[in-house]
């Protein structure tokens, strides 16, 4: 896969250079470092499978956490071989029609809602969806996936992203206007909506889904914690995750 608009080209569309690491090197070095997790990312994680689900295996022996973030593109039975392996996933859902991947990534969405579902029923999950200028951001069509993601859970976070003009195209950045209208419709179905890539008031922030209490202030790397282990102080509502 291959995306005309990505957002991180400079790091997954380029060869890095090259340098071998041993599974066991990299758990190593984690101990070092008192880094307690390892996120599974750039470029597209399935493609090195094999390494990654070798690493999360020994990771997870020695109580590390393991985290997925992927285009979702993988099938059955190695996705069923990773779980239980890992302690979360984020998963892009980059629209929520066929066109859109075979004009614009290859493939088509199937596989990908297919994911989801799948993980959604194992582990934590977070699902990332780019809203493009003129190709993807009718509200319309946006709603239409939210309503899905509610009927599996409606307690998943979702993250809508602003695009801006990067790699191979030069549509220009996503509407403010249509992101605030994007997130309103989210919120209408989802308990936990945030805005990346757009500064607006709130947006990235967490409330309780029961009483509306703001549980967790975010700006930019700069978070505050209100929870009162892993509830709502003030109605007690356990939120979605772990903290």
Same mark, same amino acid.
């Given at each position: 896969?291959?995306?005309?608009?990505?957002?991180?080209?400079?790091?997954?569309?380029?060869?890095? /250079? %090259?340098?071998?690491?041993?599974?066991?090197?990299?758990? #190593?070095? @984690?101990?070092?470092?008192?880094?307690? %997790?390892?996120?599974?990312?750039?470029?597209?994680?399935?493609?090195?499978?094999?390494?990654?689900?070798?690493?999360? /295996?020994?990771a997870a022996e020695k109580?590390?956490?393991?985290?997925?973030?992927?285009?979702?593109?993988?099938?059955?039975?190695?996705? /069923?071989?990773?779980?239980?392996?890992?302690?979360?996933?984020?998963?892009?859902?980059?629209?929520?029609?066929?066109?859109?991947?075979?004009?614009?990534?290859?493939?088509?969405?199937?596989?990908?809602?297919?994911?989801?579902?799948?993980?959604?029923?194992?582990?934590? =999950?977070?699902?990332?969806? =780019?809203?493009?200028?003129?190709?993807?951001?009718?509200?319309?069509?946006?709603? #239409?996936?939210?309503?899905?993601? @509610?009927q599996i859970n409606s307690?998943?976070?979702?993250?809508?992203?602003?695009?801006?003009? @990067?790699?191979? =195209?030069?549509?220009?950045?996503?509407?403010?206007?249509?992101?605030?209208?994007?997130?309103?419709?989210?919120?209408?179905?989802?308990?936990?909506?945030? =805005?990346?890539?757009?500064?607006?008031?709130?947006?990235?922030?967490?409330?309780?889904?029961?009483?509306?209490?703001? %549980?967790?202030?975010?700006?930019?790397?700069?978070?505050?914690?209100?929870?009162?282990?892993?509830?709502?102080?003030?109605?007690?509502? /356990?939120?979605?995750?772990?903290?």
């Open positions: 896969m291959s995306c005309v608009f990505c957002q991180n080209w400079q790091i997954s569309q380029q060869k890095p /250079e %090259l340098r071998e690491f041993k599974p066991e090197e990299i758990i #190593e070095t @984690a101990l070092k470092k008192d880094i307690d %997790l390892i996120a599974y990312t750039y470029s597209e994680p399935t493609v090195f499978y094999e390494y990654m689900l070798e690493t999360a /295996e020994i109580g590390l956490k393991n985290i997925l973030v992927s285009n979702g593109f993988i099938n059955q039975k190695p996705l /069923e071989g990773l779980i239980p392996f890992l302690d979360a996933a984020n998963i892009d859902l980059k629209a929520f029609n066929n066109n859109f991947y075979q004009d614009n990534c290859g493939g088509g969405v199937e596989p990908v809602k297919r994911t989801i579902e799948t993980l959604a029923r194992e582990i934590h =999950l977070e699902v990332t969806t =780019l809203v493009v200028t003129d190709l993807n951001d009718d509200l319309n069509e946006l709603e #239409e996936l939210f309503k899905w993601l @509610a307690q998943i976070p979702l993250h809508l992203s602003r695009y801006h003009p @990067a790699y191979k =195209l030069n549509n220009p950045p996503t509407d403010l206007e249509k992101m605030k209208k994007a997130y309103q419709k989210a919120k209408k179905h989802l308990d936990h909506v945030y =805005l990346g890539n757009a500064i607006i008031e709130n947006t990235a922030d967490t409330y309780c889904s029961s009483c509306g209490r703001k %549980l967790i202030k975010r700006k930019a790397y700069q978070v505050e914690n209100m929870l009162d282990q892993n509830r709502c102080p003030d109605c007690g509502t /356990e939120l979605y995750g772990e903290f």
